[in-house]
């Protein structure tokens, strides 16, 4: 029988119903898809513990007891259950809060209880344990792992929960040990110590024990790491293959610019990630690389040196920014610097007039403009270059893998791509979302900056910050003050932000306060900016829209409101907007009294250090990778079903080793020893397009 075409409806225990909610609720429609549902934890039933050794919270636990007494409370809605359960030696207090009628207990008959402890007046209880009658229970439930699986509320009220998944898991065992075909060469599991196909999916569900459960996990782990690597390396491969822009040159224009208009010595890293650019400019194939540095590294230079090298060979370069603010900056930055040059820059937004706009359109088709700087608005499909040749894309994980795509259709051949991005992304999450991309890293800070301080606060001693905030500006410093902005509550959030700023401009009565929020127009949200640019006001108060990319390095003290309700990437982005001057500079964190465990640690990781990576490790550990902030939108382009970019770094690397190794010796997967790869490749349609195709 074959598994993988095998109706679920089919199966033991589905039916049409069940069957209909599987496939919504998890895209599960055959038998093979229902044994791919992993578990996503065991408990072990083998082992019983006494009431004593009870110490924590986070544990389910077994015990085996009596109860000797037990008793109603309260009255009505409000009633409760209370039992007595001992196991010889000490007692333990039962509570049942829901349906007492229905619970029948039985006084001194041997029970085996099941359930994860809680505290109540400081002493463990357990409320809505699982009771069984001992001479009830059957020996596979006290027999080694028993595993859990992932569910949701429909499936639970089709009496799909764990247990009722487990149920037709079961049913499949038979099935099961007739075998499934292997999907891995022989070689790669004896090079590797993998074990089989059939015995890991048998393993997963049905453990002997621990450790066969972890090696069963491992190889399951391994092979779906190894096809998504297999896949992105396949596609690097073939990009390798596609014809660029060939730009060999090193001419006037980034001399010159090298020469009279370079403000500082560029730092070693920028100096190295320029060299692995010009490398993929000249070498004939087309580059798509993934620039990577912290916050104030320096990226727009690396991006302007970049396009002075593509002008250099006669192409045009577009800068993509992802809100209009970033890109007018880059603007100003950018004419600034090329003021003494001959390069001509403009600018396109969504605020550029109709009128401008057609001018625009017509000095960039004639080839007069080289660089063009923009938003969103770059990729309409009226925006035709002469010859583009390379595209840049700063801050990139604001924007969709869509539109990363779109950019290749602008011309005949694709350009160079560069996606440059503040969000350091941990190792595991870029080799897996960008694992098509080349990367290089700007690792290093421009000298003379010295490092923010963090300091944690609660919102109790927002006094003595605004004094604190007073003598900065004593000092002739600025001051930045976020407040948070959260999608589905924006009105609410507004409001928040406009009494605070109404609140700091009466505890600022002598100072300029401006505020910008992404509800303004753009020009008026422009025209605060600039003013907090110039210096014409001391104190801006703002929602995250100044998170990326803004740059005054004359602000030294970033003031966060409620910072519980941040991610960690993104308060370390918002810290990055300060210390960008020689002077010593501030992130002061302001939050509620009471926090969560996990907002707590997200302060102390912000207090105690600066460090991109560490804290984009942190965030991926605390939230995992669907919520990492700056993958939100280019996201996943698939589910892992066992595999954790969290935690499984190791086997990742090992398994993208792996890929690597297959395609070195056979990049077409050709030989007659791969073609288990290309086939379970298709079986799989990992396609390359959810990252950014263009085959
Ligand atoms: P980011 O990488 O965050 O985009 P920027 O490109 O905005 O960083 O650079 C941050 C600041 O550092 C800018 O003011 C820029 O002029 C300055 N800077 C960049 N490179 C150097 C360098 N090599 N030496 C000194 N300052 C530099
Ligand atoms: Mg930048």
Redesign the pocket.
Known sequence: MDLSTQDITYCKGVGTKRADILRKELGVHTALDMLQQYPYKYIDRSRFVYIHEIDNEDTFVQIKGVITEFHAVGVGKAQRMVATFTDGQRTIELVWFKQIQYLKLQLNTPYLLFGKPSVFNHQYNFVHPELTLWSKVKPEMTEGLEPYYNTTERMKNAGLNSRGMRAIILNLKDALLQGLPETLGVDLVNAYHLMGRSQAVYSVHFPKDTPTMQRARARLKFEELFYIQLQLLRQMKRREQNTGYKMPLVGHFFHQFYRECL?????DA?KRVVREIQGDLRSGSQMNRLLQ???????????LLCALLAADNGYQTCIMAPTEILAQQHMQ?ISELLKPTDVRVALLTGSTTRKQRELLHLALRAGQIHILIGTHALLEDEVQFANLGLCII?EQHRFGVAQRSRLWYKNEHAPHILV?T?TPIPRTLAMTVYGDLKVSV?DQL???RKPVQTLHYTLYRKGDIYRFMEQQIAKGHQVYVVFPLIKENEKLDLQDLQNGFEEICQAFPQHSVSMIHGQMKSAEKDFQMQRFQRGETQILVATTVIEV?V?V?NASVMVIMNAERFGLSQLHQLR?RVG?GAEQSYCILLTRVELTKDTRQRMDIMVATNDGFRIAEADLQLRGPGDLEGTQQSGLPFDLKIASLATDGQLLELAREAAQTVLNDDPLLEKECNRIYKRQLDVLRITAANWSDIS
């Open positions: 403000p500082f010595e560029l730092t920028q540095g912290d916050v104030g590294s320096g990226k727009t230079l690396v991006a930055t700063d440059m503040a700007i421009p000298p003379g990319g740059n390095p990055g960008r």
